[in-house]
């Protein structure tokens, strides 16, 4: 066999910054139907294991060898060593609350959707401080914050504004993956977030959140809607499954379709989106090129059990075939 040339993966100064909710998952399957109260159901398997939107990306970013840190805090309690041990480089960063670590029990059911719950714990009290203590003052040229769990960080959104107005002025590029609040969407909730998108330079929500934020009913109008509240220059991507992704910014609108792949888990799967996109964002690649890595790296995460996750060469290899 001849020798095999491999890629020298490109060197990039600049880092994504991921900011939010990390916490602990107890994940069991399949639940047919609910149970009785008062009594027990087997399932057929469990996983313990880290979670939450900002604990899922870093968990991708890590396996892409993306440069990237988990700007996060930490609980009190038997599981704070455990998680703290899975992100060795980011949690001698992270302050500790007095108090519980936040978990996430839940259970799928056969048509792979979830059913979730979840204590408050000590994401609710991650704060502004707490955030730009671990960052630092200046961003390096191209650095990324990506933003998560938006709704679920209680504290942490109360000082939205200020936060994303802060980090604009380090010079930072920010990102909001929101999720979806558990209150649901209200005009007043709307009307929060026209304070924060201002600032916003990429909004990375799924289909329904996207139509949810904007109070629209079809989805270019919602991006749109969006988009005219975001920074200069920003885009609006919609997560759509199966269906891939699609972008729009003021000088362009993209649709990446995904290639069809037999699904195993997709907890998280907008989280392994949020890693593809946002690491060919750092290297310097243009929307239509993160759009295509987002989709691969969710496809890729969403149909394997141990997840597992595109290596770096074959990502930009795609960089290769446009």
Request: glycine residues 8%.
């Amino acid at each position: 066999m001849g020798n095999v040339t491999r890629m020298k993966k490109p060197d990039s100064s600049a880092t994504l910054f991921v900011v939010g909710n990390i916490n602990v998952d107890l994940i069991m399957s399949t639940l047919h139907e609910w149970p009785k109260k008062g009594t027990e159901a087997m399932l057929d398997s469990s996983s313990l294991r880290p979670g939450g939107s900002a604990g899922n990306c870093a968990l991708a970013l890590a396996a892409l060898d993306t440069p990237h840190r988990l700007v996060a805090n930490q609980g009190n309690d038997q599981f704070t060593g455990w998680l703290a041990g899975l992100f060795p480089e980011s949690a001698p960063g992270w302050p500790t609350a007095d108090c519980e670590t936040s978990l996430t029990f839940g259970v799928t059911h056969p048509d792979h959707e979830r059913t979730f719950f979840s204590n408050q714990g000590h994401i609710v009290r991650l704060s502004m401080q707490d955030v730009l203590g671990q960052l630092p003052q200046t961003a390096q040229p191209g650095d990324w914050v990506l933003l998560c769990g938006t709704w679920l960080c209680t504290a942490l959104y109360a000082a939205y504004p200020q936060l994303l107005s802060t980090l604009k002025q380090r010079g930072y590029h920010v990102a909001v993956d929101s999720g979806w609040p558990p209150q649901d969407w209200s005009d007043a909730l709307r009307e929060q977030a026209a304070n924060w998108l201002t600032f916003c330079d990429a909004l990375l929500l799924n289909e329904v959140e996207t139509l949810g934020l904007a109070d629209d009913v079809t989805l270019d109008a919602a991006a749109h809607r969006l988009l005219s509240q975001m920074a200069d220059g920003a885009f609006c991507v919609a997560k759509c499954g199966p269906e891939g992704a699609r972008l729009w910014s003021a000088a362009l609108t993209l649709h990446q379709h995904a290639e069809p792949v037999d699904v195993v888990d997709t907890i998280g799967a907008g989280d392994s989106f949020n890693a593809g996109f946002l690491s060919a964002l750092i290297y310097g690649l243009p929307p239509a090129t993160a759009l295509q890595w987002g989709v691969r790296v969710a496809g890729c995460a969403i149909s394997s059990s141990p997840r597992r996750y595109p290596d770096w060469q074959s990502l930009f290899g795609l960089v290769e075939k446009l």
